[in-house]
């Protein structure tokens, strides 16, 4: 028998070979007969008053065959659409703009070059508007209101902990730090940009959407929700994610466009296929972050004691964030982070501006960044204060090994860590106590260079039915696999993978649990008629669920192939002993079957009053929430004539519990990471005052290319999560969360001894050197 | 990012080139085409017509020839960054050819369109203004010869005048005891400078017996830095010169404040990169003597 090659097994990735060989499926390679292409006019202003849309300029561009305006949705009652926090977003606007790029009308052609020439073409005469764009001032009495529909621009406030006991607490300690800080919008910039290709067969009332969806049965029951007026029922959807590059995130959210394409092909009889350009997807889709957080932290004695955070988020003109629904705030009160404190409390209040909506969970699990930024920068911040160094000032104030199971202040059951292990190898591996012996020496000739650690935790695979849900469908995920006569298996998923390799995990957990080598193994997501239903793929959550489901639902069968294989062997079921692959007497090891006999058995010779067939179904409610965590240690060089930071080296070690496939695990680490320092050095979507978008392309939003990009140093230690079935973790977001503080952390200790305290991100050469230039210590060569 | 509909044209002489710009005013030039394809995407520009070079024969090639470097408009920037002249005698405009954008982009893109294009962050002008290039155009009024110095007008706009087109660049041969240097400052690989400077000494004798330096993207055109040349020239090129020259180049810059950092930040960035540069080509220029 071949090896099986479960877990712990770089495997190829599967799915590569239509990726490198250029025959993956993408929504823009999903070419229908007698398709219509659709493109949108937008707003060039952030708050205005629609006077007239002249359907007329557009209509006269030749090939455009209609133009839909908020108006005309008004008549089908879907100008307006819910978001996921109960507020409400326009899909095209009746009569108000509320952010640059906003859609304002969507134009259906022949061609995807008379779409653009007719959004290119179309009048629309405007009133602009005052314009609210900082959060601070929207919340000032008297600022202009975003929403006419709402009391105020303040959207809401939520708070969780002691706020009392924090407070006292924090007078009680004989160190406290403070400071304000900021994380700025950005966007994931993924490479595929959102669309979808809608298909009404008006003779069947049928609707198939290829949608660039991260989560398509969810899509699919929020589309039967929002249409049941118009007689759209969901055994009359079907969802299709096609091969997807690149999600993070950014492909959870219903677009307006998707349903300007689904109201097309409905009002044309026709295939309408919307494809939205570069500059659409940075300067309209949800966005990330947006945190501008007042934290305190203090201490006792050397001992972290107390934190609260202050929070205004900048939400956009609507509260779109994707979360889950009874978390506004994400999960942002897992800001302890990795330290035993025992006062906590954190608050968010949301604010309308006249920006794009969102809110989306960029590589990152419901706001889990900002809040380990917050506590990381603080802990470092607080060392400092305490006159230690940031490594060993976390080595003390760590939850210890033996503290886990450990129950945060902020009400979180951590399942398992090791936090010193994981920062003491990262040490070893960068050469901590040799790196600041160098680094003494370098001050000393006026040369900059920075050590700086993030030692975070995470938390993901959302979640436990008891709190998770998205529109009151609680957060399980599924699996379903088949098992066929000759042994080899189809199995398939609630989830969807956008780069992420599931094709090959997730044979590989079955593979461990089947004997079943994963080549032999298909793996389906992403079809709405096929797949179990699920909630799909974001938060890290595919291992921690899908992936558990796919253990459980693989010991069903193994337990029905028990059965079978008594009956071949005309043995008794409880003298069967399974071991990888087979089931054998036990004391008779020749004296067995393998699960491709069993398979075969299973249609040709199972035991009489057994139902024929192998397969099974797992809808998995994860028991808690799993805790990755790591430590990471950025070493930086500052070029004192420019400013410019360069890492010259990355250190990250991560404990994701059981590593199903090292070689996976690692490229997410890889990607993570890369996408973890560029907001800390290059990326922000910035407006002026009058709300334009100012980083609205890939000149201004700096995506860092393999240039930008240092060597990656990976280490690992494993802590397996107790309550999932093969104690995997979910890796896919460690990185972005983790890199950010250990950047800001390392510049701001190249700067120490010059008085600096804070740098907001993204730290570039220019706001490097101007830091630089207050402090005298700018050079001139 | 999809352009409007637009005639194209790829004649096989000069003389055909020109005659449809003359007769498409709102017609353009395409060569590398990647500033002005993007622009096109953006709907930045809507010419009426592109007049495609490609085809043009004799329009391509770098040779040394009567005195001078001789390169075709229609040279490709990674033809400048793979010819063996160019990289062990020219070192200036082989530091520059690399900082081009990025690879993929250099395979097409061609230094008479990132002179011609005069677009204020475009690398070339600063340099052809150190190495004091001439540029032969061919147009209605004939072949006619152009001083760097007196190409650049303005943001976008050259002494060219209407269906006239540029043709080839002459750089003076490099000679011993010469040597250059481009130091570019950028966000990320790719993007335009946030600064740059270019640097070409003669030395005669361990003196600096000439001088060019000019800047990018710090004005409405690339600029000649005339003060930091001669605070350059004459000089042994120690310490105090070089900060001299910084200076001078510094205070000859004229940038404005935006996303790249400020105008003060510029301007620093100048300073440094002034000295930066001028170090580089000193090295360069003994080594060479």
């Known amino acids: 028998m071949a090896e099986c090659r479960g877990l712990g ?40 008053k629609i006077t007239k849309i002249h359907e007329d300029t557009a209509m006269a561009v030749d090939g455009v065959a209609a133009v839909i305006t908020g108006k005309t949705l ?69 600022a202009t209101k975003v929403r006419d529909d709402k009391e105020s621009n303040h959207i809401f406030h939520w708070e969780h902990g002691d706020a009392d006991g924090t407070e006292a607490a924090l007078a009680g ?90 109201a097309a092909s409905v009002v044309t009889g026709k295939p309408v296929k919307w494809i939205e350009d570069r500059s659409e997807n940075l300067q309209a889709d949800s966005f990330a972050r947006d945190y501008h957080i007042t934290a305190k932290l203090g201490s006792k004695n050397g001992k972290v004691t107390a934190l609260k955070l202050d929070t205004v988020a900048d939400h956009g003109y609507s509260d779109a964030a994707a979360n889950p629904s009874k978390f506004p705030a994400g999960l942002y ?199 179990p239903y699920g909630l799909g793929t974001y938060a890290s959550r595919s291992t921690p669920t899908a992936g558990a489901a796919a253990s459980i639902a693989s010991r069903k069968i193994r337990e029905k192939g028990r059965k079978i294989a008594a009956h071949l062997l005309e043995a008794d079921e409880a003298d069967l002993v399974w071991e990888q692959g087979k089931f054998y007497v036990k004391g008779s090891p020749d004296r067995a079957k393998t699960i491709q006999d069993i398979a075969f058995a299973a249609y040709t010779n199972h035991p009489q009053g057994m139902e024929a067939g192998l397969e099974a179904i797992s809808y998995y409610d994860p028991p808690n929430l799993t805790f990755p965590f790591g430590s990471y240690i950025c070493c930086v060089d500052i070029d004192r004539g420019t400013g410019l930071v360069k890492i010259r080296r990355f250190v990250a070690v991560d404990d994701c519990g059981v590593r199903i496939n090292p070689m996976i695990v690692d490229g997410q680490i890889h990607g993570g990471l890369t996408m973890g320092i560029a907001p800390a050095l290059l990326e922000e979507i910035s407006y002026d005052a009058d709300g334009n978008i100012t980083g609205g392309n890939l000149m201004e939003y700096l995506v860092p290319t393999a240039m930008e990009t240092p060597h990656w140093e990976l280490g690992e230690t494993v802590t397996p999560s107790p309550h999932h079935p093969i104690g995997a973790k979910g890796v896919g977001e460690s ?46 060569r | 990012m999809i352009p409007p509909s637009f005639d194209y044209h790829a004649p096989d002489n000069l003389e055909e080139a020109s005659r449809l710009l003359l007769a498409n005013p709102e017609a353009k030039l395409l060569a590398g085409g990647h500033s002005l394809i993007p622009m096109m995407r953006f709907r930045l520009a809507e010419p009426s017509a592109l007049v495609d070079l490609r085809k043009i024969p004799g329009l391509s090639g770098i040779r040394e020839e009567g005195g001078s470097l001789c390169i075709g408009a229609m040279t490709r920037e990674s033809e400048l960054e793979k010819s063996e002249l160019v990289q062990s005698r020219y070192p200036l405009l082989a530091d520059t050819t690399r900082v081009i954008a990025d690879p993929v982009v250099r395979n097409l893109a061609t230094i008479g369109g990132n002179v011609a294009h ?171 003597s």
């Open chain 1, 9 to 48: 097994h770089s495997v190829q990735r599967k799915e590569d070979a239509r990726f490198i060989r250029g025959q993956g499926r993408y929504i823009d390679d999903i070419k229908l007969p007698g398709m219509l292409y659709l493109d949108i006019a937008r707003s060039p202003y952030a708050h205005a």
């Open chain 1, 74 to 142: 008004e008549g089908f009652k879907l100008a307006w659409m819910p978001t996921l926090m109960s507020d409400q977003q326009m899909v095209l606007p009746v009569d108000t703009v509320k952010y640059q790029a906003q859609e304002v009308a969507a134009i259906v052609a022949t061609s995807r070059y008379a779409a653009a020439d007719g959004a290119a073409a179309l009048e629309v005469d405007y009133d602009p508007l005052p314009v609210v764009v900082d959060p601070h001032e929207a919340l000032k009495p008297g």
């Open chain 1, 173 to 262: 300690c004989d160190t406290v730090v403070e400071q304000k800080m900021h994380l700025p919008r950005i966007h994931v910039a993924s490479i595929e940009t959102c669309g979808c290709v809608a298909s009404w067969n008006p003779v069947e009332g049928h609707l198939t959407l290829y949608l660039t969806t991260q989560a398509p049965h969810a899509i699919r029951t929020v589309v039967a929700l929002v249409t049941a007026h118009l007689g759209l029922a969901e055994h009359k959807i079907r969802v299709i994610s096609p091969d997807i590059g690149g999600g993070f995130g950014g492909k959870v959210p219903v677009y307006p466009g998707y349903v300007l394409a689904t």
């Open chain 1, 333 to 531: 009160h897992i800001a302890t982070g990795s330290y035993d404190l025992e006062n906590a409390h954190v608050s968010v209040d949301g604010v309308y501006t006249n920006k794009p909506p969102g809110g989306i969970a960029y590589r990152c699990s419901f706001r889990v960044t900002e809040a380990v930024h917050a506590i990381e920068r603080m802990v470092d911040l607080l060392a400092r204060e305490n006159g230690e160094d940031p490594a060993d000032f976390r080595l003390r104030n760590f939850i210890k090994p033996e503290q886990f199971p450990y129950q945060s202040a902020l009400g979180w059951e951590y399942d398992s860590g090791n936090y010193g292990a994981a920062l003491e190898k990262a040490m070893d591996m960068i050469g901590y106590q040799d790196l600041r012996a160098e680094q003494a020496e370098k001050r000393a000739r006026g040369e900059l260079m920075g050590i700086g650690i993030s030692s975070f935790t995470e938390i993901v695979g959302a979640g436990p039915s008891k709190t998770f849900d998205i529109l009151g469908i609680k957060m399980f995920d599924s699996a379903e696999i088949r098992i066929h006569p000759t042994g080899k298996a189809i199995a398939r998923f609630g989830t969807k993978s956008q780069g992420q390799g599931h094709e090959t995990t997730y044979a590989q957990i079955i593979a461990e649990e089947l004997g079943i080598p994963p080549e032999d193994i298909q793996v389906e997501e992403g079809d709405t008629d096929t797949a």
């Open chain 1, 735 to 780: 990185a972005t969360v983790g890199a950010p503080p250990a950047v800001v952390n390392a510049v701001v200790d190249a700067l120490w001894h010059l008085g600096v305290r804070h740098m907001e991100i993204p730290m570039t050469p220019a706001r490097v050197w101007n830091v630089l230039n207050e402090h005298g210590a700018a050079a001139t």
């Open chain 2, 118 to 288: 005069a677009d204020p962050g475009n690398d070339h002008p600063a340099a052809m203004l150190a190495y004091r290039a001439s540029f032969l155009a061919c147009g209605p009024s004939g072949e006619r010869t152009f001083a760097a110095s007196d190409f650049f007008t303005g943001p976008f706009s050259t002494c060219l005048e209407a269906g006239e087109i540029l043709t080839g660049i002459r750089i003076p041969a490099s000679g011993p005891g010469s040597g250059g240097a481009y130091q570019k400052f950028e966000r990320k690989v790719g993007d335009y400078a946030v600064a740059a400077v270019a640097v070409h000494l003669q030395l005669d004798g361990g003196r600096v017996a000439g001088a060019g330096v000019a800047l990018t993207n710090v004005g409405l055109t690339a600029i000649q830095a005339g003060a930091a040349e001669a605070a350059l020239v004459g000089s042994d090129g120690g310490d105090a010169a070089l900060d001299a020259a910084a200076e001078a180049a510094a205070a000859a810059a004229d940038p404005a404040d935006d996303h790249r950092g400020s105008a003060d930040y510029k301007r620093a960035v100048v300073r440094v990169l002034t000295h930066r540069a001028a170090s580089s080509a000193l090295a360069r220029a003994r080594e060479a």
